[in-house]
């Protein structure tokens, strides 16, 4: 298999392009559960080689569940299988045990000849396995390393593990989640992982293209608390300013009202809207059933409608609350307010907006059958990447990688 070389495939989807960006440049990715996979499925979709690099026997908990060996096809759970499906499609599988001198010994040799090594352990766990970013680069100097600790590879708490609902607290961004007069709150998503994952994605492409210019490779230590917090600059410097602690706001906003979340008719429906100027603001008020507002003397300019906040969301609930999201997001929308409607998962792939632009992909995984999942939002000339494999089976292309890549003889493989 020449460099770059992609194995199977089921096609590629109208609107998309067959020469990705990274076509060329391989990826040995030691990431497992989400924030690490994330990054090097970004990497696979935009065409590199990524070779994901298991354990024998994982179940690959929690991030996973296609069971023990090629073919097998035991999810763990529901989640956990989407979730890995999800964050692996294009991706190979070897499974290989570190502990023994010839799986050791083959990591070494994939190393020399690959562009790119991503892991998302606790800082001492590559180290531990003699795999560290000083021996990787002794191996292939031109080589970039990418570390995705929890808390870094430096400082007290580089030995620690974490997960992102673990790193919320530590980042400060629990205190800001929450509603005015209650305690704080954790994201229903654990935030700090896709932000960690699409920072050393973005990274990756930068020391790629610093290698291209210099021939050098480069460590890149990623610390998913420091990635989080640097999303919070405007809350730290108005701490710095200020000398105060913010408050937490719910869905409210600092300088804009009305702007929050409202419920509709019918169970947990919801319709998400913000006014942002006087302009929507006169909109707001021609909508149909919300005309009142107008005339409201504690209502006409944003200061008072910051003071009346309270009052002011109880009077736009009692309108969305007789009406269907989707109704009141077009009625909202085609006033010149900005309106959307909460969508659920189903509802999401459903959007007709997402099925104009394709971004959802439907992958065809025997034997589970054709699964749509997230895209790629990122295009090149105007079209995106095209994905072409499903994730892989646990050490699926063991043989392939090994002789193909390596140069290792059958005798040499241990099943």
Not at 285 to 314: F, H, K, N, S, Y
Request: charged share 20%; hydrophobic share 40%; aromatic share 6%.
């Amino acid at each position: 298999m020449s460099h770059g070389e992609r194995r199977g495939g089921t096609g590629t989807s109208p609107g998309r392009v067959d020469t990705a960006p990274l076509s060329g440049v391989r990826v040995l990715d030691f990431t497992r559960v989400w924030a690490g996979p994330l990054c090097t499925r970004i990497l696979a979709d935009l065409g590199a080689e990524v070779i994901k690099v298991e354990a024998p026997g994982s179940r690959r908990a929690p991030d996973a569940g296609s069971g023990e060996g090629p073919g097998s096809a035991r999810p763990g759970s529901a989640a956990a299988f989407d979730s890995f499906r999800k964050l692996n499609r294009n991706k190979q599988s070897i499974a290989v045990n570190l502990a023994q001198t010839e799986g050791y010994a083959l990591v070494r040799q994939l190393v020399a000849v690959s562009d790119v090594v991503v892991d998302n352990f606790s800082a001492r766990v590559m180290p531990g396995f003699g795999l560290g970013a000083d021996a990787l680069l002794a191996i292939n100097p031109g080589l970039i390393v990418a570390s995705m600790p929890g808390f870094g590879s430096t400082g007290p708490y580089r030995d620690y593990v974490a997960y992102g609902q673990a790193i919320e607290p530590m980042t400060g961004l629990t205190s800001l989640m929450g509603y005015a007069g209650n305690g704080p709150m954790i994201t229903g998503g654990a935030y700090p992982d896709p932000v960690a994952g699409v920072t050393t994605a973005c990274a990756i492409l930068t020391a790629l293209v610093h290698r291209t210019r210099t021939g050098k490779g480069q460590f890149i230590d990623v610390s998913q608390t420091e990635a989080t917090i640097s999303l919070l600059g405007e809350y730290i410097l108005a701490h710095q300013i200020t000398g105060e602690l913010p408050e937490r706001m719910g869905n409210a906003h600092p300088l804009w009202s009305p702007h929050g979340c409202y419920a509709c008719r019918g169970e947990d429906n919801w319709i998400a809207l913000a006014v942002r100027n006087e302009q929507e603001w006169q909109a707001l008020c021609a909508v149909e059933g919300l005309e009142a507002l107008r005339d409201d003397p504690q209502l006409q300019d944003v200061r008072v409608r910051m003071a009346a906040r309270t009052r002011l969301d109880a009077r736009i609930a009692a309108w969305t609350n007789e009406r269907d999201k989707f109704e009141a997001m077009h009625q909202l929308q085609a006033a010149g307010v900005p309106a959307g409607a909460v969508l659920t998962a189903q509802e999401m792939v459903e959007n007709p907006q997402h099925q104009r632009t394709g971004f959802f992909i439907e992958t065809d995984d025997p034997p589970f059958g054709v699964i749509p999942y997230p895209g790629l939002p990122i295009r090149f000339g105007g079209a995106r990447t095209a994905p072409t494999q499903r994730a892989p089976a646990l050490g699926e292309h063991g043989r392939d990688v090994a002789l193909d890549l390596v140069g290792l003889g059958t005798a040499d493989l241990r099943h």
